[in-house]
């Protein structure tokens, strides 16, 4: 890849040590439950045992009693304010706090308002909750079933539990296509709920000024922007006006997905800062995490895929019910209820697709956000990578070999998919040999066949997926109706340093450093004079944050773009103190020069100065740039991994020996800060393969509500993730870019299940559903007859 | 709820302060002493964001009273660095970027700090050990044994 600046500018290409790190390895970080204001309350909040029971009663005398209580508030509180129901992204209504009746375990019931955290938690032990239970269903198909109880009685047109009906393709031609195919698989897959379990929880910090009038919430979210305008829309009736309400996104740790939605504990905790005109912090704790926060997936698909006796794939067909829980919350762009599940013909060269999805309720908590995803394409993913490797077996054919065959091919970009998406550019062989190289393939598979004659249980999976991301063109994204541009705003300032702000907020992807480098590229002002500041709505432009990997595609362009604009004034202003014409000048990162006089230049910087000082007659002065990037299309990163296992006999434990991660996300800006997005993401698509997983019984009690049951991946299962990548650009993106942070969560399980498989396979297993813990290996073992 | 008097030396400074019984190290440091640095994951000892050293040990100060810690001498993330030179672990988690939200890295440092106090030539594997009660959710623990494999290499 071209490298044009130099390492003291810092542009694209480098790998320069992140600006933001000093204050966080110093413990000056500056996280929500770090902020502590003059006479600041606390919020804790009673939850529900049970999931699905009317309220019969809530006594909360003996509450008021308890030292550092002041009040306790109930859905009654906020019903005077009309504040008990909240909307959701996909324009769904969401209990702030119930009036009625509670619809899943752990569901706030009240908020408890103290001076202290500890004098909070006992306030909550001592509010007094009567219920009668009501019947619970936590299985969508029971849920999607005539007689099954109605659970949304709060909808007076609602009397069933199905919650949209999604479908995408040719119905006709994809069934016509598979009566006729030599060849068909079908394969029903489950992607389990997960939960993102940041290593810091949800929680804010609200701060009502009754003298001003303005609402400051600090809060973990990864969108304030749209934070804003929600409650804008929400608390509007009672006096909360748009220019009213700050929301500051401080430094976050870790979103995934997890930070997107509004959760009751925000709103309780504004609705008590207004109310008592102090200032109230809510912090939830690992097990309100983990059991009231949206969940991802909750998807149960069944794929069928159709082929000619070469193995030349004719028709893909996906019929998916979808566990949404009480109320659908999922952060979608508005017009996809199942996200951009239809890239689920993925890699591929498919003629004919159709995908169907239903949405159901159940007594769960709001499932449907991502797991560090960009809305339901690991789910896609998985289902197509899968049901690839079934038809593989099915076939004899070697999964390397099959994937090949039926790869988009290289020269056919942009490509026009069966379900209606334009690829921008792709390479998809290139990474998989790239892939096979690396490891050594066809010396593996020697192994396999030499470890097989001696008992031993090893399987090689690929994965070579496609994602979609970068969420979007005006023309097709909104959320709520507003567009999913985003922005940057570019000052420079008169000794050439820089400020910028944007519309989207980092939770760990390192933009203070790439936006930087972004700018340092298109401006050469050095990287380490440019500062970037992000999640503060009183300053940055309207942006709708960062999640779906949809940072550098949008607001990095939008930094690209905003600069360029700058450097065409600074053409303007290089030409009047050099005295010539704009079109006798050339630039070179830092500055303009005469064409044949190289000699006679001017820097950026003393552009910079003359923009304050020395402008041309009749032009503003000052140097600086917007921009709101509305992307063409989205992007398409891709890459093929490779996943080796070995499986102890004895326990069902299954090892990564190896995994190779080929990426190509287009342009890349910090090498060092791409390659950590893929160790990170590679960890946590390894997560729900092999250990992640919420479950719960028939009565709706959640099985395993801390990190004691729900198994987050230590140092100790964690592989040494080997990397490489191919570099593909995007054809419409500014610079190249397309989006790194979630490729590597989507590519990784279907490489490692489809390894476990595979080490499987010639005792006749052609499927396990993930998690795929040893005790689910042990069982097909003892089954098989092969158990130590 | 009773009260009481505890002594204790954190980063080399000593503090004579009033505590409730009932008060965690981790809301001690925090809250009374607006020491940010150490965070909160999990409250169940499980996630090790709150790890600090107590004398000489890593201990995770969220199931830890504060009078338990009378006494002690206590290194928190705000004492590893000394005369505005960084620790060469800090100086390792941010060469080896082996760190990304930032809000598990002071607690993994302190377990490292621990480490290498009492082996300061560590194998992989006793690195992967020794951080293995602390969860990082970002960085897939690559680039945090590298980190620490470079603080262990810096000459003492």
Redesign the interface.
């Known amino acids: 890849m071209l490298v044009r600046t130099t390492p003291d500018v810092g542009g694209i290409g480098h790998s320069i040590?992140?600006k933001?790190?000093?204050?966080?390895?110093?413990?000056?970080?500056r996280?929500v439950?770090?902020i502590?204001l003059p006479g600041m309350l606390y919020l804790d909040i009673v939850r529900s045992p049970f999931a699905h029971a009317r309220i019969t009663k809530i006594d909360t005398e003996r509450a008021m009693k308890v030292p550092g209580v002041l009040a306790v508030i109930t859905g009654e509180t906020l019903a005077k304010y009309n504040l008990h129901w909240m909307p959701t992204l996909m324009s769904d209504t969401q209990m702030v706090l119930p009036t009625e009746k509670v619809m899943y375990q752990a569901q706030e019931v009240a908020g408890v308002i103290a001076t202290s955290?500890?004098a909070a938690a006992d306030g909550v032990d001592a509010v007094e909750v009567e219920y009668d239970p009501l019947p619970v269903v936590v299985d969508p198909f029971k849920a999607l079933e005539p007689d099954a109880p109605v659970l949304r009685t709060d909808k007076k047109d609602k009397h069933d539990n199905h919650i949209f009906h999604w479908e995408a393709g040719d119905r006709q031609a994809t069934d016509t296509a598979f009566k006729s195919a030599d060849v068909t698989v079908a394969q029903d897959i489950y992607l389990p709920r997960i939960h993102?379990?940041?290593?810091?929880?949800c929680g804010c910090v609200a701060d009502f000024d009754r003298i001003t009038g303005k609402l400051t919430v600090y809060m973990t979210t990864q969108a304030p922007h749209a934070i804003r305008t929600v409650v804008a829309l929400v608390a509007g009736h009672v006096g909360l006006s748009e220019e009213k309400i700050r929301i500051v996104s401080p430094?976050?740790?870790?979103g995934?997905g997890g930070k997107v939605p509004v959760y009751p504990g925000y709103v309780i905790a504004i609705a008590a800062s207004v109310v008592i005109g102090k200032p109230v912090k809510w912090i939830e704790?690992?097990?309100e995490n983990l059991q009231a926060d949206s969940f991802a997936r909750d998807y149960h698909i069944k794929a069928e895929l159709a082929a000619r006796k070469d193995g030349t794939l004719t028709a893909l067909r996906i019929k998916t019910v979808a566990d949404h829980g009480y109320t659908d919350a999922a952060a979608n762009p508005s017009k996809f209820p199942a996200g951009l599940f239809s890239i689920c013909t993925g890699s591929y060269d498919i003629p004919h697709a159709f995908a169907e999805v239903d949405g159901a309720y159940t007594n769960k908590p709001p499932g449907g956000i991502a797991y560090r995803c960009s809305f339901r394409v690991t789910e896609a993913v998985h289902a197509i990578e899968r049901t690839v490797d079934v038809m593989a077996q099915k076939l004899g054919m070697d999964p390397a070999d099959l994937r090949f065959k039926n790869f988009i091919h290289p020269d056919s970009f942009p490509y026009k998919s069966a379900l209606g998406w334009e690829y921008d550019s792709g390479n998809y062989p290139a990474a998989l040999r790239k892939a096979m190289l690396k490891i050594e393939y066809a010396d593996l598979r020697r192994e396999q066949i030499e470890k097989r004659k001696r008992g031993e249980l090893m399987g090689i999976g690929i994965s070579s997926f496609t994602e979609i991301v970068g969420a979007g063109p005006s023309k097709q994204f909104d959320i709520l109706g507003i567009k999913m541009f985003d922005s940057c705003e570019i000052r420079v300032h008169p000794t050439g340093k820089a400020t910028a702000r944007l519309g989207t907020k980092s939770?760990?992807?390192?933009h203070e450093t790439t936006y930087a480098q972004i700018i340092a590229e298109e401006l050469g002002i050095p990287a380490m004079h440019i500062e970037i500041e992000e999640g503060d709505t009183d300053t940055a432009p309207y942006g709708l944050g960062t999640y779906a990997s949809r940072s550098t595609p949008t607001a990095g362009a939008a930094a690209a773009v905003a600069a360029r604009k700058i450097r065409e004034k600074a053409k303007k202003i290089a030409a009047h103190l050099l005295e010539v014409s704009e079109d006798d000048l050339v630039w070179e990162p830092g500055k303009f020069s005469v064409i044949g006089a190289p000699q006679k230049s001017k820097s950026i910087q003393e552009i910079a100065l003359a923009a304050y000082t020395n402008h041309p007659p009749g032009m503003e002065a000052g140097l600086e740039a917007v921009n709101y990037y509305d992307p063409p299309n989205l992007t398409f990163p891709f890459g093929s991994y490779i996943a080796v296992v070995d499986i102890d006999r004895g326990t069902g434990a299954v090892k990564i020996r190896r995994f190779v991660a080929v990426d190509d996300c287009g342009t890349i800006i910090n090498p060092?800060?791409v390659?950590?997005q893929v160790?990170?993401?590679?960890?946590?698509g390894m997560a729900p393969a092999l250990f992640e997983e919420i479950q719960y019984d028939e009565s709706g009690n959640i099985q395993g509500g801390?990190?004691?049951d729900y198994l987050?991946p230590?140092?100790?299962e964690?592989p040494?993730?080997e990397t490489d990548h191919t570099v593909t650009p995007s054809p419409h993106h500014p610079f190249g870019a397309k989006g790194v942070g979630e490729s590597a969560t989507v590519g990784a399980p279907p490489a490692i299940v489809n390894a476990v498989v595979d080490a499987l396979s010639h005792l006749g297993v052609t499927h396990i559903d993930i998690p795929i813990t040893p005790e689910k290996v042990w069982k097909i073992l003892k089954e098989k007859g092969v158990a130590d | 709820m009773s009260t009481h008097s505890i002594h204790v030396t954190i980063n080399g400074t000593p503090y004579d302060e009033r505590v409730d019984a009932r008060l965690m190290l981790v809301h001690f440091l925090r809250d009374q002493l607006r020491l940010t640095g150490t965070h909160i994951g999990c409250d169940t000892t499980h996630c090790g964001a709150c790890t600090v050293v107590v004398d000489g040990e890593p201990v995770k100060s969220c199931t830890v009273l504060a009078v338990q810690a009378d006494g002690s001498d206590i290194t928190t993330v705000e004492g590893l660095e000394h005369d505005g030179k960084l620790h060469p672990l800090q100086e390792g988690f941010w060469n080896e970027h082996g760190l990304q939200c930032g809000y598990c890295t002071p607690g993994m440092m302190m377990a490292a700090y621990g480490l290498l106090a009492r082996n300061a030539a560590p194998s992989e594997l006793e690195i992967r050990q020794a951080i293995s009660g602390n969860l990082c959710r970002c960085t897939g623990y690559v680039n945090i044994v590298k980190s620490i494999r470079y603080a262990a290499a810096q000459p003492r």
């Open positions: 040590k992140r933001e790190d000093p204050r966080f390895l110093r413990g000056h970080g996280y439950d770090d502590q955290r500890y993102v379990a940041s290593i810091e929880t430094d976050i740790g870790g995934f704790d690992r097990t939770q760990g992807q390192g060092m800060i390659e950590g160790h990170g993401g590679l960890t946590m801390s990190f004691m987050l230590t140092a100790m964690t040494k993730w």
